[in-house]
């Protein structure tokens, strides 16, 4: 019964490669988003989706692309890692725009 | 976007003693100021929060003061304890900002 859900916990992957992080949220809400967090735990936005709809594109590398199938899905693709993607990814989602946030578990994404 | 400003950077008290945060916003048109904190390790929680409409908000040992005139809301935790010690944002309205936010250590 995990409210907002994130695949994979841990990612290691080698420079150049192309990887994925899945995320779902069963609370149904609107709105979800795209956050990352620096070693400094600088909690960054990225991107925000409501009704699989781009509401919130951050200055973030177009190497970062988001996919929202469905409003209850927001999946993160990046292209071409690099060593300052290292960071902890979150996913989180709202029942609207400002309202409480809930995140899921974090991606630990650890790029050599 | 909104500006907010969160003070201080970090903050260290001993435990029992009380520890405050202050978050300034720029934008007067906010109605909804959230507090969030983040274990080592976890992921960010709200722990309180509090609209526009009301000046002040408590449960249990934790509360937030909203000073609309000045544009600033303060979490408030009294008698500390050690598994207070978080980091803990207080992102702007629209688009959330969560930024730095403060790292409180307790100290028992």
């Known amino acids: 019964d995990t409210a907002v859900s994130q695949t994979p916990k841990y990612l290691v992957t080698q420079m150049g490669n192309d990887k994925s992080i899945k995320c779902e949220q069963n609370?149904?809400?609107?709105?979800m988003y795209w956050y990352k967090q620096d070693s400094k735990k600088f909690l960054k936005i990225m991107f925000s989706?409501?009704?699989?709809?781009?509401?919130i594109n951050e200055t973030v590398p177009n190497r970062f692309s988001p996919k929202s199938p469905d409003k209850a899905h927001l999946n993160l693709h990046i292209n071409s890692l690099e060593l300052g993607d290292s960071a902890v990814y979150f996913c989180?989602?709202?029942?609207?725009?400002?309202?409480?946030?809930?995140f899921g578990p974090g991606t630990r994404l650890l790029v050599l | 976007g909104e500006n907010v400003e969160q003070h201080p950077s970090t903050l260290s008290v001993q435990e029992g003693d009380s520890a405050v945060i202050k978050c300034t916003y720029s934008?007067?048109?906010?109605?909804?100021f959230p507090w969030y904190k983040q274990e080592l390790g976890k992921r960010p929680q709200l722990i309180i929060d509090?609209?526009?409409?009301?000046g002040e908000k408590k449960d249990q040992r934790i509360a937030v003061t909203l000073n609309k005139t000045a544009k600033h809301f303060s979490l408030h935790i009294t008698e500390t304890q050690p598994e207070d010690s978080a980091v803990y944002f207080c992102?702007?309205?629209?688009?959330?900002?969560f930024g730095k936010g403060t790292r409180l250590s307790v100290i028992a």
């Open positions: 989706y409501n009704n699989k709809e781009l509401i």
């Open positions: 989180a989602s709202s029942k609207q725009g400002a309202e409480t946030q809930y």
């Open positions: 934008d007067s048109a906010s109605n909804y």
């Open positions: 992102p702007g309205n629209t688009p959330l900002v």
């Open positions: 609370l149904g809400h609107d709105t």
């Open positions: 509090i609209r526009s409409n009301v």
